[in-house]
């Protein structure tokens, strides 16, 4: 996010404002411009005149669930300000809300010209992405109508439709057209001495399929009112370490986030869920790989998380085989999206399979669940799709055919296809990449532990002994297999992946942190792993790098080879705490709390790589989501690693 944009979120809403609550409408970028729902800009222009003129902030919007700033005319010193226009912006669920005062600084009557352009263009956010591609549309046709107290915006494409309603009270005095589509609402405001007048601006967006009666809330005040009872929901009832506030703070803040979060979804028999988005402004919306993390982290704190994750996902779980989806029967669902492209075919993401990692994660977060709530009956209602999920890892995903679980780079979709999903993230030391498919070293171990876990639930839960045996001898074959095939003498390090040819890809990377945590590596190996994951040339003092300094592969603005990563931290400390290097796990965690600390408590989806010992405060990623779920529930994995140390 750009210092541009402030983001405002609800559940599957969001919005991204300007310093003075305006939305330009401004394509690419770092961080799209507009209200969304559902993947659509219902606003793509929300933008304030005063006398015919752009007023300046003089108290820009910060940081919050409620956008407030405060405009005055431009002008100098010798010319003090005629008015004060004060704003308060707020998101509820597929809405917006704004309370507009104008109050005079001056002792005699005066009029006031209001005026507020506004526009809908229904661009899907794959659109909006700074990798300039294009869509055909054809067909298309957006219209505009005036209706009592504002104006209406429609889009229609084939038998896709949305509208967006914009309604004013008190109503506008006329509703002008500006030759470019979009509509300008005018208001004639006279004001007494030092008098103030007010509107209130109300926003429905419908996207397509929206049958719910929906309302806007009375004021951004009582939007508020109702994000901080669904904060307060999730924080009540979670201890807190009285003897470490910084700490004690990033939970409550992660958990504020993850309640903001929450998106609807359908489970196996069509019950209605919540379920955690992935993040904003980009991913509001279910991915498999980050729901299921933040649902782990969350586990001990939040059982219902995963309770609702579970379902939903098996409810989207592959039954057939798809080329363009990367689906194949057993698999877990990397990305789900309601847009207008997703839904025409021209982006694959309307359910999209291109994760190696969601699958076996799915079994690992629903064991875990039944360990950690003694909850057998999700367990056994949930055993058709934890058998075909471990299907899809014999078979489909390579373990028995390949040794590993196994992906190739998909042609429109993703090139990588786990957790490190950018180009070029899997790669040797000097940055070549590998050729092939593709076996990832962090999702060998998630497998492990995923075999694990389901043959304990196949002896607890589906009294199927022989399944047991047959999955616990599966664990430890791979297990001996790993610890052959990818571990590196020369460097004592595990390679980050092997190629098609089984060769290692050589770069030290943070992925080995992720084997700690699912107990892939022997004690020894492990405890060799954890101490070198400390060493200056990964530790930047904010965290682990992704890819260590020194490699001609390192950047420290790399997406994947050199930043920080909270969630991949998170990992890394439990997988420390694991292994019994409890020293080295508080650093992590320290470092960790300390950058949330210096960002408001709240971690970003990701850091750059720039040590502490040069930069005093931690620098930010450009392109990073201000809330990330995994981010969000990071600080609750390093409470259950190190508790309040």
């Keep these: 996010m750009t210092d541009r944009h402030h983001l405002l979120v609800h559940g599957g809403t969001f919005a991204a404002v300007g310093d003075g609550g305006d939305i330009s409408g401004v394509r690419g970028g770092s961080s799209p411009d507009g209200l969304f729902v559902r993947d659509a800009r219902h606003l793509s222009r929300w933008q304030l005149t005063v006398d015919g003129a752009v007023p300046e902030a003089l108290s820009p919007v910060a940081g919050g669930d409620t956008a407030r700033c405060v405009l005055v005319p431009r002008g100098g010193r010798q010319e003090p300000s005629g008015y004060a226009v004060f704003r308060e912006q707020a998101v509820g669920d597929s809405s917006f809300v704004e309370l507009l005062r104008v109050t005079s600084n001056r002792p005699v009557p005066v009029t006031v010209r209001l005026a507020l352009t506004v526009d809908a263009d229904f661009a899907d956010q794959f659109e909006l992405r700074s ?296 790669c040797s030391a000097d940055g070549t990449r590998p050729t092939g498919p593709v076996m990832a070293a962090g999702a060998q171990g998630y497998a492990y532990d995923a075999l694990r876990r389901t043959a304990w639930l196949a002896r607890t839960a589906w009294e199927d002994q022989t399944y047991a045996a047959l999955l616990e001898q599966a664990a430890g074959d791979l297990r001996d297999r790993f610890q052959r095939d990818f571990w590196m003498p020369d460097r004592s390090f595990p390679a980050l992946a092997l190629d098609g040819d089984g060769r290692q890809v050589d770069a030290l990377a943070s992925d080995a942190g992720h084997l700690l945590w699912s107990g892939l590596l022997d004690k020894e190996y492990g405890e060799v792993v954890g101490r070198r994951l400390v060493e200056p040339d990964f530790f930047s003092g904010w965290g682990v790098r992704t890819l260590a300094a020194g490699q001609a592969a390192y950047h420290p603005l790399s997406y994947h080879r050199g930043s920080v990563w909270p969630h991949d931290n998170a990992l890394i400390t439990l997988g420390l705490a694991r292994y019994g290097l409890h020293d080295e796990a508080r650093t992590v965690a320290h470092a960790l709390v300390d950058a949330a600390t210096a960002t408001g408590h709240r971690l970003p989806e990701v850091l750059a790589g720039y040590g502490r010992d040069t930069h005093a405060e931690p620098v930010p990623y450009p392109h990073a989501c201000v809330r990330e779920s995994r981010s969000a529930a990071a600080p609750l994995a390093l409470l259950t690693a190190v508790g309040g140390a």
């Design 131 to 426: 990798d300039h591609r294009t869509y055909a549309k054809t067909g298309a046709v957006r219209s505009r109508r005036v209706v009592e107290d504002g104006v209406e915006f429609t889009y229609q494409r084939g038998e896709w439709r949305s509208r967006t309603t914009v309604t004013a009270d008190p109503a506008p005095d006329a509703v002008e057209e500006t030759g470019t589509g979009a509509r300008r609402l005018v208001w004639t405001l006279d004001l007494e001495p030092h008098g103030t007048a007010g509107l209130t601006l109300r926003v429905i967006a419908r996207p397509h399929g929206e049958k719910r009666a929906l309302r806007v809330p009375r004021s951004p005040g009582a939007v508020n009112e109702q994000l901080l009872a669904m904060e307060g929901r999730f924080i009540e009832g979670v201890a807190f370490p009285t003897g470490w506030p910084e700490l004690a703070a990033a939970c409550a803040r992660g958990l504020a986030d993850l309640a903001a979060l929450q998106v609807p979804a359908t489970g196996p028999d069509g019950e209605e869920l919540r379920v955690t988005a992935a993040g904003a402004p980009w991913f509001l919306t279910l991915l498999g790989r980050d729901a299921l993390l933040t649902s782990l982290f969350a586990l001990p704190y939040r059982p219902q998380l995963a309770a609702a994750t579970l379902p939903a996902l098996a409810a989207t779980q592959a039954t057939g085989t798809n080329p363009g989806s990367v689906a194949q029967p057993g698999k877990i669902v990397h990305e789900v999206r309601h847009g207008e492209l997703a839904h025409f075919g021209q982006v694959p993401y309307g359910r999209y399979y291109g994760s190696v990692d969601a699958t076996p994660l799915f079994l690992v977060l629903l064991g875990a669940y039944v360990e950690q709530t003694g909850d057998t009956g999700l367990a056994r209602r949930l055993e058709p799709h934890a058998r075909a999920a471990v299907g899809w890892m014999l078979d489909h995903g390579g373990l028995t055919s390949r040794g590993y679980l196994v992906y190739r780079a998909d042609q429109g979709g993703l090139a990588n296809q786990n957790w490190k999903d950018s180009p070029g993230a899997i």
